[in-house]
């Protein structure tokens, strides 16, 4: 698959925290003052229970937003979304991924009221599975130039000539040479399966064993792994009504992978204390993961930290949609460092560096016009995030040898001032990274990060459970 969750840390809490001004107006630090995104306590309300909600729904868009759709998140009455510098760059990528379902996040509403106003809105996340490769051929259904047949892993493959199958999934079986370069059905007047269709009226499968389920102008049957319509591709319809596209306004069941819950069974993204008021949702802050593909064979890897919803809440029938959905937060300096081994030209990134190295020791940080310490500081010209998660004042990310062609971080400035360098073992190999470095208690010094903020929608949704 080309999505990934990562499920080992994730989501909690809701928007009532007070956001209180910070950052750079702090550069002491206040140890009194909790962190910006501090978790609150679940609304009393239904407990969440995976597949026993009110609702069921999947984001059907997602694109990386422009600054002025970032939220206040730091309190200082302006937009937050340094990261909206890779939007239009990004937003084709996600666009395809969406696609081929290769990026499906579904949602679950319990203890939901409909769109009314209501005090207590709480819902969790899953990683959704629609494509299949059931008969694993290296096939996927229901994308494009896919498998037409996922029970058997003879197709797709070369035309065979006279076993009246659709052999390599083009939506004809045992096509002739038109005489100008095309394929058309043979002249066979047959029809051995008896669904009504010969082979030259354009069944694609007059198999007696399976051709009575595969007839060309009949719905595409979601799910089966068979090319119902024959247009070329198992569970993805384009002639019929029923289309099987998990995002359109029919909902269509797909499977949750079960990484989506912990040993207990309870989902790892879960929201529990949002509200609805003046018909928008509101929730957060909290943790939220998900890979987002920018350019080819480069995704970014999204530990949203302190995120925080706004949605307006549209009720059809029995679906409530989201729209104009906004999900804003923080990408830490941790978790940046931790996205490592890709190459990705356009930013200078190596296998060898992480999307830190990128962001805070070469271009990529002037793409997202990152601040930096002032001349008059001791590493005058470090780069820093734009958001102060812990509240000691903004942590610097530095590369100390700004002329050796090593363009990576190995010093991390804490808020107070207080220095912390990668260590190295006698060879010259990283063996803890800057970031990495925790307080007394254990935990993370480097909590500072680069502000996104996400546009999505949604659209109904049937969840089957694994």
């Known amino acids: 698959m080309k999505y990934r969750f990562d499920f080992t840390t994730l989501m909690a809490a809701a928007l009532a925290l007070p956001l209180v001004a910070c950052g750079g107006d702090d550069p002491a630090g206040d140890d009194d003052l ?47 979304n340094k990261l909206a510098a890779v939007g239009s760059v990004a937003r084709e990528a996600i666009e395809d991924a969406l696609t081929e379902y290769d990026l499906l996040i579904p949602l679950e509403f319990f203890d939901l009221d409909g769109g009314a106003a209501d005090e207590c809105v709480k819902f969790s996340l899953y990683l959704g599975i629609y494509k299949q490769d059931a008969d694993a051929d290296g096939a996927d259904t229901a994308v494009e ?14 035309e065979i000539a006279g076993n009246r199958i659709d052999d390599d999934c083009d939506g004809i079986a045992d096509e002739v040479d038109d005489g100008m370069g095309g394929q058309v059905p043979p002249e066979d007047t047959q029809d051995l399966d008896g669904d009504g269709v010969t082979l030259g009226d354009g069944d694609c499968d007059d198999s007696v064993e399976t051709g009575a389920a595969v007839t060309p102008g009949e719905p595409e049957i979601c799910g089966d792994g068979r090319d119902n319509d024959c247009d070329g591709v198992a569970d993805r319809g384009s002639s019929s009504a029923e289309a099987c596209d998990p995002f359109d306004d029919t909902p269509n069941a797909f499977d949750i992978d079960p990484l989506s819950f912990d040993d ?56 409530v949609r989201l729209e104009n959905g906004q999900l804003g937060g923080v990408l830490d300096a941790q978790t940046a460092d931790n996205i490592r081994g890709l190459t990705v030209e356009e930013i200078m990134l190596t296998p060898e560096d992480s999307l830190l190295d990128a962001a805070f020791a070469n271009v990529l940080g002037a793409l997202l016009a990152l601040p930096a310490l002032p001349p008059e500081h001791p590493r005058a010209g470090c780069k820093t995030p734009d958001i102060d998660v812990d509240r000691d004042g903004l942590e610097a990310f530095c590369d100390s040898n700004l002329d050796d062609e090593i363009k990576t971080v190995d010093l991390c400035i804490d ?23 925790t307080d007394d208690s254990g935990k993370p010094l480097f909590k500072d990060g680069i502000s996104v903020e996400l546009n999505f929608a949604t659209t109904g949704a049937i969840l089957n459970q694994p």
């Open 34 to 80: 909790p962190d910006l995104f501090e978790p609150q306590p679940a609304c009393e309300g239904d407990e969440i229970v995976p597949f026993a909600g009110q609702n069921q729904s999947v984001i059907s868009f997602l694109e990386i937003g422009d600054l002025q759709d970032g939220l206040d998140l730091d309190g200082d009455g302006d937009p937050d």
């Open 145 to 158: 130039d896919g498998d037409c047949d996922d029970t058997s892993n003879a197709r797709p493959a070369a």
């Open 264 to 319: 207990d069974g309870a989902p790892l993204i879960a929201f529990d204390n949002g509200k609805i008021e003046g018909g928008k949702l509101y929730a957060g802050p909290s943790l939220f993961q998900v890979s987002i593909p920018v350019i080819d064979d480069f995704s970014l890897d999204l530990k949203i930290t302190g995120a925080q919803i706004i949605a307006d809440v549209v009720v059809d029938g029995d679906v």
């Open 415 to 437: 808020g107070d001032g207080t220095e912390y360098w990668d260590e190295v073992d006698g060879q010259g190999n990283v063996t803890k990274h800057c970031t990495e470095f």
